[in-house]
């Protein structure tokens, strides 16, 4: 998710409230959804290495790829960051499937309304025709 600080505890709280979750380990960086469309495979090491440490060490079977209105990292509009999430969310896919090809981690993105307080849930079209 981005580092954006007022979207931090609302994504959290989501993801325990939905997800009947302890504990959420959180990876950062600015508008995380832009910066997950803009990366190659091959230069996503870091976040492969902190993906690993989730999946194998604290027994994380679920990642969340959010993006959010306002956001100062990706400064676009709503279907853009749609896009973005979608191609971020292809590339989490891989480096899981990586990390745990023989576990089931789910991978889902959202998109938090800063106004509202919101967390919106996005169906991947091309999941639904698989
Ligand atoms: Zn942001």
């Avoid at 230069?43 to 209105?69: D, T």
Wanted: with cysteine; hydrophobic share 40%.
């Amino acid at each position: 998710m981005c580092m954006d600080g007022r979207i931090i505890e609302i994504a959290i709280k989501w993801m325990k409230d939905n997800h009947e979750l302890n504990w959420v380990d959180t990876v950062t960086e600015p508008g995380m959804d832009g910066w997950m469309a803009a990366m190659k495979l091959e230069n996503l090491g870091g976040l492969h290495e902190k993906l690993k440490i989730s999946i194998e060490n604290h027994g994380s079977r679920i990642v969340a790829l959010f993006g959010h209105s306002d956001c100062a990292g990706n400064p676009t509009d709503y279907q853009t960051h749609l896009t973005h999430l979608r191609m971020g969310c292809k590339k989490i896919k891989v480096l899981v499937h990586e990390i745990a090809p023989d576990l089931k981690v789910d991978v889902v993105t959202l998109f938090v309304d800063v106004d509202k307080q919101t967390v919106i849930e996005i169906t991947d079209q091309e999941d639904l025709a698989a």
